[in-house]
């Protein structure tokens, strides 16, 4: 594995530090600002002042976990400080594939694929490491998009097309990643936010699998399909932790090439060890685009 290199954030407590900031949005935890490093724009992730008792703790952790990986789809770190609590980013001009989805609609089958086999390496390379990292908040919110540049400048001369082929996606807020050790699985203490990304196995005994990761991955796809939240037509939003114990699934639209649907109801397994791997999901992925690419979207069928 290569180790990401993180440094200390001398001096982010000095005034002249945040004189040229933008305000970019805040989070349950944490505020979100724009600044200039050395002529780069980066971003600083601020733990809030009166969630630091509670949030501490993930901060260190979304620290030590960014100090060990590095990956092309996983969002980089480059610095940290405790005084106050702040990460340093890379900025994602993007923004979060939540917001893009919103602002753009359902994007091509193309989009669909790219993004989600940038999403399934970056958690196949967690699940690699020793021991393996399970992200636990994998949603479309904490999928950040970029223009790489590279591309763009061989592809186009100016990108207008939004789901252009030079827009990647990364995975990013690791403050609730665990490493697993010594069983198959840990052990979470609570369960905060929606649980529309959420196995039912975390719902129903607080464990989580690296296959928890894999539900997760399958609504993030079906988001990329459907541009819609999970569940956004549940009537009772207090009965649904339930319902989705219970067996509860979004409806995969009619359009979805079969061989992508059957993908998504795997990733959807009520029992996490019927799940596929994320190596076994960019194998298949592999296929579904080769197909797609030699012999058209018809072709897409089991």
């Given at each position: 594995?290569?180790?990401?290199?993180?440094?200390?954030?001398?001096?982010?407590?000095?005034?002249?530090?945040?004189?040229?900031k933008?305000?970019?949005?805040?989070?349950?935890?944490?505020?979100?600002?724009i600044?200039?490093?050395?002529g780069?724009?980066?971003i600083?992730?601020?733990?809030?002042?009166?969630?630091?008792?509670?949030?501490?703790?993930?901060?260190?952790q979304?620290?030590?976990?960014?100090?060990?990986?590095?990956?092309n789809?996983?969002?980089?770190?480059?610095s940290?400080?405790?005084?106050?609590?702040?990460?340093?980013?890379?900025?994602?001009?993007?923004?979060?594939?939540?917001?893009?989805?919103?602002?753009?609609?359902?994007?091509?089958l193309?989009?669909?694929?790219?993004?989600?086999?940038?999403?399934?390496?970056?958690l196949?390379?967690?699940?690699?490491?020793?021991?393996?990292?399970?992200?636990?908040?994998?949603?479309?919110?904490?999928?950040?998009?970029?223009?790489n540049?590279?591309?763009?400048?061989?592809?186009?001369a100016?990108i207008?097309?939004?789901?252009?082929?030079a827009i990647?996606?990364?995975?990013?807020?690791?403050?609730n990643?665990?490493?697993?050790?010594?069983?198959?699985?840990?052990?979470?203490?609570?369960?905060?936010?929606?649980?529309g990304?959420?196995?039912?196995?975390?719902?129903?005994?607080?464990?989580?699998?690296?296959?928890s990761?894999?539900?997760?991955?399958?609504?993030?796809?079906?988001?990329?399909?459907?541009?819609?939240?999970?569940?956004?037509d549940?009537?009772?939003?207090?009965?649904?932790?339930?319902?989705i114990?219970?067996g509860?699934?979004?409806?995969?639209?009619?359009?979805?090439p079969?061989?992508?649907?059957?993908?998504?109801?795997?990733?959807?397994?009520?029992?996490?060890?019927?799940?596929?791997?994320?190596?076994?999901?960019?194998?298949?992925?592999?296929?579904?685009?080769?197909?797609?690419?030699?012999?058209?979207?018809?072709?897409?069928?089991?």
């Open positions: 594995a290569v180790t990401a290199s993180l440094t200390r954030l001398d001096g982010i407590e000095k005034e002249s530090f945040w004189a040229e933008e305000y970019l949005g805040s989070g349950g935890f944490s505020d979100i600002y600044v200039d490093d050395a780069t724009k980066k600083l992730k601020v733990l809030k002042m009166f969630e630091m008792e509670i949030s501490c703790g993930d901060f260190q979304e620290v030590v976990t960014m100090s060990s990986i590095k990956h789809h996983i969002v980089s770190f480059s940290w400080s405790m005084s106050p609590c702040t990460i340093m980013m890379e900025y994602m001009k993007e923004g979060d594939l939540r917001t893009f989805l919103v602002e753009n609609g359902v994007p091509s193309e989009f669909q694929l790219r993004i989600a086999v940038h999403i399934a390496s970056a196949a390379y967690l699940h690699s490491q020793h021991p393996l990292i399970v992200h636990l908040d994998l949603k479309s919110l904490n999928v950040l998009l970029v223009e540049e590279e591309l763009g400048e061989r592809v186009s100016k207008s097309d939004p789901f252009h082929p990647v996606g990364k995975v990013s807020d690791f403050g990643a665990q490493r697993v050790t010594m069983t198959d699985h840990v052990v979470l203490p609570e369960i905060a936010g929606n649980c990304w959420t196995a039912p196995e975390i719902l129903a005994t607080s464990k989580a699998y690296p296959a990761d894999v539900y997760s991955f399958g609504m993030v796809v079906w988001e990329l399909m459907t541009a819609k939240l999970p569940f956004f549940h009537q009772w939003m207090s009965q649904l932790e339930g319902d114990i219970n509860l699934r979004p409806t995969i639209p009619p359009s979805s079969p061989l992508l649907t059957h993908l998504i109801n795997e990733t959807w397994e009520e029992k996490p060890q019927k799940r596929p791997s994320f190596d076994d999901i960019l194998e298949k992925l592999d296929v579904i685009s080769k197909k797609m690419i030699n012999f058209g979207v018809d072709e897409l069928t089991l």
